[in-house]
């Protein structure tokens, strides 16, 4: 750190004039992005207060107006959306323990470079990242010898080992754990399996927390699954009640008509803007308090294992 | 090498033998794969037969190249193979370098706050899930309340009903896929600069280099490997457009150019039931992904000694 302070004050001393348009071209430019990207969140969220009439004009650009919330009131009365909301906090937590207990093993046993048939078992583990079967031989599987179509479990066991997690994972285990410390282990007469559980996840509580951050946000956001392998609204994820609302506008529960539907239709929009605040906050306020776990696990993952 | 090891020390057996903990720890992940993932493998075969789901797989009769080649010849397979290369090209022509110029200008800003607000805004659009992007590309280019015809028109353009226009639907799909990630997809990049020994700079600047000859001279070269390494995995799935995104764009105006070979896959295989169809479609385009991700792996182990395996 004090070495590029360093470095940073020995520019601002022989800044050439080149580089100092230079600079201010890159600053420039990086505010103009910084806004690009956060102004459409900051629009949504002051469309989803003002008024939709002032919205739909052009008039709501920088500050919202007439404000109110009679879209999240609308949201409200929504059964489907909040039960679509309690479905995906359980898919989200029963999916990302699942994931952590399948993945990280798995990428703990590859790293070690005695496991006899490492090279099988990494060709195993890695080879579905750039083959699969497809979407339909998979859906015939799942539906007609397992029967998990429209069932709880569809949502979270299926599509729980993933390639990329494993390789991640590995190439931590690989270059955070001495080997040095598993010789150490052994001499004292400690096995494979308490060596995992007292030795190598205790130490390695940054790798976790970068998993099951990508996992739970995986889940959260996803509706593919959904869309394909679920049946029941009972059970829909929070994702698929948004594409309802969002793609399909289906807002109400049932058909409306005369000036119940016309004032339905004009809120339509303030309530789409709403339903994207409520659904996607969870997410957004929680991400730049973790985002530093994120940005590891990329890096980690940039490694060459 | 793995043999002159196990010449050395005792047989695989033992070795194997020794560490049962660790197969142990594999077995949930291999059940869960072999069921879930190779099993499915298996079951590709349906692509080749006439999959009567009564019959089962192995039970259906064999139907040969039947289905592949109806997709050869219907109207749909030129449709959807130049709908998919088009969207598929276009992403990565604009959505691979951007990622690095981002990268390049992140490593020259020394204003650490600035630089740190910089980079978890231009992160944040990339944890938007796929349904809310859709639905806000659609409410924004809505051409009675969207922000986008209003800001537009402001300034004289008129842009008319972009959501129904095919043409304008690659275009409104890889723009929106640069605002979502390309702040996320600078972030391997930004992690090789900063792997860069500040020794470098210093005796650049001693010879009197300036920012933009350090960016070229420096920067640059030694973002080679990633570049190489994310381009090769980017070609691999040069014919897997994102189902997700496209499906969701979609409308009956601009289907003509959204129709991709995810997307009319689907729509055969679960809406219309036409399971050996849609397989033969899937087998195929799979292969020919695999195919390329070999291709380009092998050219540039040759030419660059960077390869993913």
């Known amino acids: 750190m004090s070495e590029m302070t360093i470095r940073n004050r020995n520019n601002h001393i022989r800044k050439s004039k080149a580089d100092r348009i230079f600079d201010f071209i890159i600053y420039g430019v990086a505010a103009l992005l910084t806004l690009l990207a956060l102004y459409p969140m900051y629009f949504i969220l002051i469309a989803s207060i003002s008024d939709p009439n002032l919205v739909a004009k052009g008039d709501v650009l920088l500050f919202p107006r007439d404000m109110s919330l009679d879209g999240y009131a609308y949201l409200l009365s929504m059964g489907n959306l909040w039960g679509g909301y309690g479905n995906t906090i359980l898919y989200t937590l029963a999916g990302t323990v699942i994931m952590l207990v399948v993945n990280i093993p798995v990428a703990y046993s590859l790293s070690r470079k005695d496991l006899a048939g490492r090279g099988f078992f990494t060709f195993f583990f890695l080879f579905p990242m750039f083959f699969g079967g497809g979407l339909i031989p998979t859906f015939i599987i799942l539906n007609n010898t397992f029967h998990m179509v429209d069932s709880f479990w569809v949502m979270v066991l299926p599509f729980s080992v993933i390639s990329y997690y494993i390789v991640v994972a590995r190439t931590f285990f690989q270059t955070s754990l001495p080997a040095e410390l598993w010789d150490a282990a052994q001499i004292d007469g400690c096995g494979n399996l308490r060596y995992f559980f007292q030795v190598v996840l205790p130490l390695s509580k940054a790798i976790l927390a970068v998993i099951a951050l990508w996992a739970a946000v995986g889940h959260w956001n996803s509706y593919f699954n959904a869309m394909i392998y679920l049946r029941t609204p009972a059970r829909f994820p929070l994702q698929l009640i948004m594409r309802n609302i969002l793609i399909n506008n289906e807002m109400a529960a049932t058909a409306m008509t005369g000036s119940a539907a016309a004032e339905l239709n004009r809120k339509a929009n303030l309530i789409k803007y709403g339903a994207i605040v409520v659904s996607s906050l969870p997410i957004m306020t929680m991400y730049p308090f973790v985002q530093k776990y994120f940005n590891q696990g990329v890096m980690i993952g940039a490694l060459k294992g | ?309």
């Open chain 2, 1 to 309: 090498m793995r043999r002159t090891e196990s010449m050395r020390g005792p047989s695989v057996l033992v070795r194997a033998g020794r560490n049962w903990g660790l197969y142990l720890l594999m077995l949930p992940a291999m059940v869960i794969f072999i069921c879930f993932t190779y099993l499915p493998m298996y079951g590709v075969i349906i692509a080749f037969k006439d999959f009567r789901p009564a019959m089962g797989i192995w039970g259906s009769a064999w139907a040969g190249l039947k289905y592949f080649l109806r997709y050869f010849n219907s109207y749909m397979f030129t449709n959807t193979i130049t709908n998919t290369l088009v969207i598929s090209l276009y992403t990565i022509a604009v959505t691979f370098p951007l990622p690095i110029i981002l990268a390049l200008m992140c490593n020259q800003m020394y204003a650490r706050r600035f630089k740190k607000f910089f980079q978890v805004s231009t992160y944040l659009p990339h944890f938007i899930s796929t349904v809310v992007m859709c639905g806000m590309i659609i409410m924004f280019l809505s051409p009675s309340s969207g922000v986008i015809p209003k800001i537009c028109s402001l300034a004289g353009i008129q842009t008319g009903d972009l959501m129904g226009n095919a043409g304008a639907f690659s275009s409104i799909y890889v723009w929106t896929e640069v605002w979502q990630h390309v702040g996320w997809d600078s972030i391997m990049y930004i992690a090789a600069l900063s792997a860069v020994d500040p020794q470098l700079y210093e005796a650049a600047e001693v010879d009197g280099a300036s920012k933009w000859q350090k960016v070229l001279s420096i920067d640059i070269p030694m973002l080679v490997p990633t570049m190489i390494t994310l381009f090769i995995l980017r070609c691999g799935s040069i014919l897997g457009v994102g189902f997700e995104k496209v499906y969701l764009l979609q409308n009956d105006l601009n289907i003509s150019s959204s129709e991709i070979i995810s997307t009319y896959l689907y729509k055969m295989g679960l809406k219309s039931n036409q399971y050996s169809y849609s397989a033969a479609i899937g087998l195929f385009n799979n292969v020919v992904n695999f195919v390329i991700l070999i291709l380009v792996n092998q050219f540039s182990r040759k030419i660059s000694d960077t390869s993913l395996f």
